[in-house]
């Protein structure tokens, strides 16, 4: 399974940006997906995780202000971003559970998007 990000780019403090990741190609069962971000020199951080049935969690930094949602049928999760601040500046990573069940037994690993960069301006 692929992760394709799009969506991100440069925009002004207080304005907004829809981040979207798409899931393609075979090789699994999608479970929990979610978005992460990272700055340099910094770890990679939870903003914010959807399961299959909608349950959401989010970092305490983006509550009230971000929104993640999900399409099973088009295997795609959205990132809604409002009031954005210049701390929100980092890369944006698409994060996959996957379960691979064969006759052995199930396997679970991560997917990773190539990132998507948000810049916020002061």
């Known amino acids: 399974v692929q992760l394709v990000e799009s969506g991100g780019g440069l925009v002004q403090s207080g304005g907004s940006l829809r981040l979207s990741c798409e899931a393609s190609?075979?090789?699994?069962?999608?479970?929990?997906m979610g978005w992460y971000r990272q700055t340099p020199g910094k770890e990679r951080e939870l903003v914010a995780t959807i399961t299959t049935v909608g349950n959401t969690n989010y970092a305490d930094s983006v509550k009230g202000r971000f929104t993640i949602s999900r399409d099973n049928a088009k295997r795609t999760i959205h990132l809604q971003m409002n009031s954005l601040k210049p701390d929100d500046s980092a890369v944006y990573y698409c994060?996959?559970?996957?379960?691979?069940?064969?006759?052995?037994?199930?396997?679970?690993?991560?997917?990773w998007g190539q990132g998507t960069l948000v810049t916020v301006l002061e």
């Open positions: 994060n996959a559970l996957i379960t691979v069940t064969t006759i052995e037994g199930s396997t679970k690993f991560n997917s």
């Open positions: 190609g075979r090789g699994g069962d999608i479970n929990d």
